[in-house]
């Protein structure tokens, strides 16, 4: 008996400790949806030649536009605040929707971010100008692409297909609403951004530990 409860206190204690330190700054109890139902992608290809899909996976969607050595510092942001920390986890990605004719650009700066990072679940996926404007448009979001198709904000896309943010109103009753997670902003990646990861991480966590107690 004395096994199961220190089995089950060493089990429950990381989660706990996650969501305490994951409300910390958040300040709704679950992150909302800020878009539902969002498109999966198109059968693009990645640079391995392959198709990258959204559903059933943790995604950080980006749209790093025609310029992406020039722009190559939002990247490295995003790695080290976020992506780093979270790759590990069996259904996290990083998907960036980049035009064609770009890929070479992105060959190299992953080459560059690889000196750092283990990057196996960060792709580039390529589309028409067209095709990634319109999948921007059907996002429903008050931001812009700017001329290039960039928008230096990145997007959490959860297992479900809904983007999730800050909207309404949060634990102290104050409206709040918050789209995406400027990659400029090494403090928007390492204060918000990163407490919002965590919470859909611990949602996820919390997920599977009820779904294995179901089959037990």
């Known amino acids: 008996m004395k096994k199961y409860i220190v089995l089950t206190v060493l089990f429950a204690l990381p989660i706990c400790a996650y969501l305490f330190f994951a409300s910390g700054v958040n300040s709704f109890a679950k992150l909302p949806t800020v878009t539902p139902n969002i498109k999966e992608l198109s059968n693009w290809k990645s640079l391995d030649g392959d198709t990258v899909r959204l559903k059933d996976k943790i995604t950080i969607l980006g749209f790093p536009g025609s310029e992406i050595?020039?722009?190559?510092?939002?990247?490295?942001?995003?790695?080290?605040?976020?992506?780093?920390k979270n790759r590990e986890?069996?259904?996290?990605?990083?998907?960036?929707?980049?035009?064609?004719?770009?890929?070479?650009?992105?060959r190299q700066l992953k080459t560059e971010l690889s000196g750092i990072s283990d990057l196996k679940v960060w792709h580039?996926?390529?589309?028409?100008?067209?095709?990634?404007q319109a999948y921007y448009d059907a996002l429903k979001l008050v931001g812009k692409l700017d001329k290039n198709l960039r928008t230096p904000n990145v997007f959490i896309i959860d297992k479900d297909l809904n983007l999730r943010g800050r909207k309404g109103k949060n634990k102290k009753g104050e409206e709040e609403y918050k789209e995406g997670y400027n990659t400029i902003s090494a403090a928007d990646?390492?204060?918000?951004?990163?407490?919002?990861?965590?919470?859909?991480?611990?949602?996820?966590?919390?997920?599977?530990?009820?779904?294995?107690?179901?089959?037990?």
């Open 69 to 84: 050595l020039i722009n190559k510092g939002d990247a490295f942001n995003l790695d080290q605040k976020i992506y780093n």
């Open 89 to 106: 986890f069996a259904d996290f990605q990083v998907v960036m929707l980049a035009p064609e004719g770009t890929e070479d650009q992105a």
């Open 124 to 132: 580039y996926v390529f589309a028409k100008p067209e095709e990634i």
């Open 189 to 216: 990646l390492h204060n918000e951004m990163s407490d919002d990861v965590k919470i859909i991480l611990a949602e996820y966590r919390l997920a599977l530990k009820k779904n294995n107690k179901r089959k037990i």
